[in-house]
């Protein structure tokens, strides 16, 4: 065996034969900093790669669906079983969220007794919109028609395989209908961003009146003002004690424009005057027509603007900040939130809040809510209410944010939401919200290839909330890109209800477009679709109390009209719609929900991360 050849490059690294040693010092000098260049880049490697780990690791699950859908209850859910101490120290910010929530329902009775006593005529049967007040109605005039395109090629395409076949509209053009300019139009003169200020002319009367602000049931008139621009219809069934009642509650129209300027991050949108009407197919998905330019006669409902934010958090800090500040006296405490910061803040002013009022110190809303506690109580009791309200077609149970039932519990002045409360109440989600959330367990730690994705694999998830009207669906696109799953809220109990931001459509229909749209979008081709059939709870009662859903799904046909058949008719409908439209294969879940449902939610949203884990395990590609 005979000595191995000499490696040929190792002659060209070694120093040169005749190396002076000053040559040999800068040499080695040379040499050194190259090492260290070589090192800093390695590390450099490294931390991106750690980055990048890390990245991969993060789920991102974006909740779309229209206004009302249960996005935002949804992701409440989420925060209420994984993150525990956060929700914890936030529940008693949500006080006023919640005030306000009952004083828009008291205000609506007062309202529609106001238009009872003026002798206003009594609206048209219609379908409601999807405004918190729920119009109830069984007649229902042109949404079978708006309906029966949809269903006639629905029952076509049923043949071949199709879903609803509407008119197609791509994800641009459903979420661009309404753009910003539409908004501020439908905004009226508040306008987008800015907290309506100025009173409101139904408030003037009464709080002026009574202008002591926190008037106590026992000190107010007792008989009708004079001043009062009501008089009564003899022939009504209003009698003076309403007309009493309705005074004696006056001040909380103006408590529910302080409450709403002291929650003010966000901006209201004043619906003002919402046309209902017959409609006509095109007139179902073409934005450019003329509100009630088809056949039928156009009624009007008033609806009380909604309060919505940018940052429910900054919402939250607010009325926290004015509450308290409120207690000690203060006549201005409207405290900023980004002054204040978020999280333990929140915390911190809800125990003062609390205290003070077990001190008897408390904010003057509180204090003016709790004092009416018995007159809002008699209100909503009163049967004669109860058959004006039926009778002008108001099912407040069914709205958003009703609190009526609990007025014994809420109208008090040491109130403390209970996390049903704040799973309950209805704050408006406007533009994108982005919420962290940190699981104890992630995926890596009972995979055994944890080494191989990191301890933190699959720990943190960033949920985006959006709000759901079409004016400001603009906003979704940017977050399409780079999204692991997407939860889909479809409320399948509006079948015979109306958007509120165009009442020219029904909300089922709105749903079904966009979700084709979704499923139909390049950008989330390979994302996960779990599909939440929500409000079944809603389903259910409107079913039992006779609404037939034939008479607005006329291919629903003679199938049993009870929740089971209808939440699987719907559930092929949209699974339909998926495998049509969507560009590829894809993993999908559907799931009948009512997220209203803590309990049973937290079950749902279990499975739904274990799926979303496990798609998010196939596809990240390991570095
Ligand atoms: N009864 C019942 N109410 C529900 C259900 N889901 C949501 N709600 C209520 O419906 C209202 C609207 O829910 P949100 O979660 O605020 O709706 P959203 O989709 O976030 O709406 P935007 O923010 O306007 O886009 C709230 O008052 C909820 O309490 C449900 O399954 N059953
Ligand atoms: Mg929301």
Known sequence: MGMPEPDPFSSLLLPPANETAEEKALREQHELEAQRTSDRIDEQIKLERAALKKQKGIVRVLLLGQSESGKSTTLKNFRLKYARTAWKQERNSWRSVIQLNLLRSVNTILDVLQAEMDGEPVDRPTTSTSSDLVAEGEDVDGVEAAMSVEDKHA???????????????????????????????????????????????????????LSSPLLSASTAPTSPNPNSPVALPSDGPLTSHHQLLKLRLGPLRRVEMDLRRRLGAGAEEDYGVTPLGTVTNTQVTSASNNVGAGTGTLVAKRSRPEFGVREWKDALVNGQQGATYHGRGSQHGHGRASELGHGSQVGHESRQVVEAGERGDVDEATEVIASCREDMKALWMDPIVRDVLKKRRMRLEDSAGFFLDDLERIATRTYEPSDDDVVRARLRTLG????????????????????????????????????????????????????????????????????????????????????????????????????????????????????????????????????????????????????????????????????????????????????????????????
């Open 155 to 209: 029952e076509e395409s049923e043949e071949s395989d199709a879903g609803v076949g509407l008119e197609g509209m791509g994800l641009e053009g459903m979420i661009s209908i309404g753009n910003e300019d539409a908004a501020q139009a439908r905004m009226g003169k508040s306008g987008a961003g800015t907290p309506n200020t100025s009173p409101s002319p139904t408030s003037a009367s009464p709080s002026t009146l």
């Open 432 to 623: 994108v919200q982005e919420h962290r959330i940190q699981f104890d367990q992630s995926v890596g730690q009972n995979q055994f290839f944890s080494s191989t994705l990191g301890q933190d694999f699959g720990k943190e998830w960033i949920l985006y909330d959006v709000g759901g009207s079409r004016t400001i669906r603009h906003a979704w696109l940017p977050y399409f890109d780079n999204v692991n799953a997407i939860i889909f809220l479809a409320p399948i109990s509006c079948f015979d209800e109306r958007l509120l931001e165009d009442s020219r459509v029904n909300r089922l229909e709105d749903s079904f477009l966009l979700w084709r749209a979704v499923c139909t979008s390049k950008l989330l081709a390979k994302t996960t679709m779990i599909l939440f059939l929500n409000k079944c709870d809603l389903l259910k009662r409107k079913l039992k109390s006779g609404i037939l859903v034939k008479n607005y799904l006329p291919s629903f046909g003679d199938r049993t009209n009870d929740a089971p058949t209808v939440v699987r008719y719907l559930r092929e409908k949209f699974r339909d719609i998926l495998k049509q439209h969507s560009p590829e294969p894809r993993v999908s879940y559907f799931y009948p929900t009512s997220v209203t449902d803590t309990k049973a939610t937290a079950t749902t949203l279990k499975t739904v991360r274990d799926s979303i884990l496990r798609e998010h395990l196939k596809s990240a590609d390991f570095v």
